[in-house]
Antibody, heavy 121, light 110 residues
Framework: EVQLLESGGGLIQPGGSLRLSCAAS????????MSWVRQAPGKGLDWVSG????????FYADSMKGRFTISRDNSKNTLYLEMNSLRAEDTAVYFC??????????????WGQGALVTVSS | QSALTQPASVSASPGQSITISCTGS?????????VSWYQQHPGKAPKLMIY???NRPSGVSSRFSGSKSGNTASLTISGLQAEDEADYYC??????????FGGGTKLTVL
């Protein structure tokens, strides 16, 4: 059974940094592209970033480029999202999602339960 | 403002069928056969219902089907059941090597 467990969320002041982790199990992590998707309170889904199976190719939403960095450690079956210069509008539940292909995270066929990030002073 | 446009809400009675539309552009929905649909119940993670326009993952009911015409994709749910009441989101791969989501549609089963 595929399991994705996000961690690292919490309360952070505006301008601060945070790193989210997503521990994967139940599948061959190094064979699949992965994504981060966020959802602000009461709002819809918002794609953040994706990464190929090897980690060699990364993809970002325009609004996140330059502030967020996605990475993965296939030896630890873990996906990461480094978030810098955080703003109040970054407040959301951040989900990690497993893709169906190696190259591009076009969809998420399994999702974690999410990590809440609250940006507030 | 979402890149893909969905109706805010739809409603129907049990046993009926509904269709949710998802309108984009030639840079996303119309340009790729990588449209997906997700179901999300309150407080839960999204669940993939349809991928690559019209494919169902293992375990998803055949009552759910997807299609696409031009820049508009559609999700049809037939034989509505109470447990289908949820939010539904479409997504599409885009020309910018990103993924765009629709704003979501709240389905109410009357």
């Amino acid at each position: 059974e595929v399991q994705l467990l996000e961690s690292g969320g919490g309360l952070i002041q505006p301008g601060g940094s945070l790193r989210l982790s997503c521990a994967a199990s139940g599948f061959s992590f190094s064979d699949y592209a992965m994504s981060w998707v966020r959802q602000a309170p009461g709002k819809g889904l918002d794609w953040v970033s994706g990464i190929s199976a090897s980690g060699g190719t990364t993809f970002y939403a325009d609004s996140m480029k330059g502030r967020f960095t996605i990475s993965r450690d296939n030896s630890k079956n873990t996906l990461y999202l480094e978030m810098n210069s955080l703003r109040a509008e970054d407040t959301a539940v951040y989900f990690c999602a497993k893709g169906r292909s190696r190259i591009a995270p076009r969809e998420g066929d399994s999702w974690g339960q999410g990590a809440l990030v609250t940006v507030s002073s | 403002q979402s890149a893909l446009t969905q109706p805010a809400s739809v409603s129907a009675s049990p046993g009926q069928s509904i269709t949710i539309s998802c309108t984009g552009s030639s840079s996303d929905v119309g340009g790729y056969d990588y449209v997906s649909w997700y179901q999300q119940h309150p407080g839960k993670a999204p669940k993939l219902m349809i991928y690559d326009v019209n494919n169902r993952p293992s375990g998803v009911s055949s009552r759910f089907s997807g299609s696409k015409s031009g820049n508009t994709a559609s999700l049809t749910i037939s034989g509505l059941q109470a447990e289908d009441e949820a939010d539904y989101y479409c997504s599409s791969y885009t020309r910018n090597n990103a993924v765009a989501f629709g704003g979501g549609t709240k389905l109410t089963v009357l």
